[in-house]
């Protein structure tokens, strides 16, 4: 095997050079949920699990939990919500939500984030595809829901909703049990042809993802906690994905709630609360490469992790060249794949060509679309990928 790609001749299979995650066992019964809290330190941190970026309102790691469990119990005891059934998320983001996801996910349910801009036509489709048991929307967003059929719906912005956070103790009851190769979560993908697909996510697969962002340099306990700010969407499966894992990882993720200020409100969002690392789509990095804020409202950032979409040589060659000091990990990964590959440490970050390695646990090749033949290095033709953190498949696919 070549040292330095990782590329097997014999095989024409290209192996991951990094280490291996400490991922659980296969055949354990386990939730993601249930994985990433257990990985919470004792006492719980005292920084803030979450920050919403407009209000400065905050959600402790405490309250966090309490609301995971009251919401779970309520879905379980008002709504009747159990394992499999699916919980459709059409809302804006807020700190609401990751209590939503995480509550779901931890009694079997499947959450299923969209869009809250979508279309009638578009929250029609997706309903049709998940076909949903209980519905999270607000006001505004109801609005769009298909009147025939409908499921529960509940509102985020109505008494209900905030009863189902507070008032639900937890009862002794039996879990019924989840295990790691069940439905978490459905995500949608536009793909490359047709129409939007419905992409299921299994708990292991999102333990594995959120294992596939290492944390940037080496902190001291002097350096404080890590701040994250999360620059890309709640629903779609990069934001998703991230925002998991930073509880996994017990760092304060700040959310940004509005979208009006593009690039620069995120920019300015990161300034304010003095972000340590951001994950951000293209256009932020573009934003910071044109000038779009000074190197020294930003004197705790120290990375940017940028996916989601093709970053230009030149925007990434001018990125550094304004920022020396914050490392840019460029990564390459898609809703049905999960983060493919990634940047990992100084050597890798200047390769302004490259989207980095792959990751831990994944394998590839590349494959003629015409013989099916497997290619050498440097060879063009079709990604093949095998990794913990590829999707289970497309809805009503595999089922």
Excluded at 156 to 163: G, Y
Aim: hydrophobic letters at 40%.
């Amino acid at each position: 095997m070549d040292p330095r790609s990782g590329f097997c001749p014999a095989t024409r299979t290209f192996r991951s050079l990094r280490p291996p995650n400490p991922l659980p066992p296969e055949n354990m019964p386990l939730s993601f949920p249930s994985f990433a809290l257990s990985r919470l330190p004792s006492p719980l941190p005292a920084h803030p699990a979450f920050l919403d970026a407009s209000t400065g309102a905050a959600l402790s790691f405490p309250m966090l939990l309490s609301r995971i469990s009251s919401l779970a119990t309520a879905l379980r005891t008002s709504v009747g919500i159990g394992k499999g059934d699916v919980v459709f998320v059409l809302v804006p983001a807020s700190l609401n939500v990751p209590v939503i996801y995480l509550a779901s996910m931890s009694m079997g349910a499947v959450v299923s984030p969209v869009n809250p801009l979508s279309t009638t036509s578009e929250v029609a489709r997706a309903v049709s595809l998940c076909k949903p048991s209980i519905i999270f929307a607000t006001a505004d967003t109801a609005r769009k829901i298909p009147t025939e059929g409908r499921p529960t719906i509940v509102l985020l912005d109505s008494a209900r909703f905030t009863s189902f956070l507070h008032n639900h103790e937890q009862r002794q009851e039996p879990p019924e049990e989840v295990w790691q190769s069940d439905v978490a979560a459905i995500n949608y993908s536009s793909g490359t042809t047709g129409r939007t697909k419905a992409v299921a996510q299994t708990h292991r697969r999102l333990i594995a993802s959120a294992f596939q962002v290492h944390a940037a340099r080496p902190r001291t306990p002097d350096d404080g906690p890590v701040v994250t700010l999360l620059g890309v969407p709640m629903f779609n499966s990069y934001g998703f994905n991230m925002l998991l894992r930073g509880v996994m990882m017990a760092e304060t993720t700040v959310v940004v709630t509005t979208t009006r200020g593009g690039a620069a409100g995120v920019l300015a969002a990161a300034a304010k609360w003095r972000a340590t690392q951001m994950f951000v789509a293209p256009p932020v990095v573009v934003a910071m490469a044109r000038g779009g804020v000074d190197p020294n409202e930003l004197p705790d950032l120290i990375r940017i992790i940028c996916g989601g979409a093709p970053l230009s040589t030149a925007s990434a060659s001018a990125f550094h060249e304004r920022f020396p000091n914050i490392d840019l990990s460029l990564q390459f990964g898609s809703t049905e794949g999960g983060v493919i590959s990634n940047m990992v440490g100084p050597k890798e970050y200047p390769r302004v060509k490259s989207t980095g390695r792959l990751c831990s646990g994944v394998t590839a090749k590349v494959v003629d679309i015409i013989s099916g033949e497997s290619l050498p290095t440097k060879g063009q033709g079709e990604l093949r990928i095998q990794s913990p953190s590829v999707m289970k498949g497309i809805l009503h696919f595999w089922a």
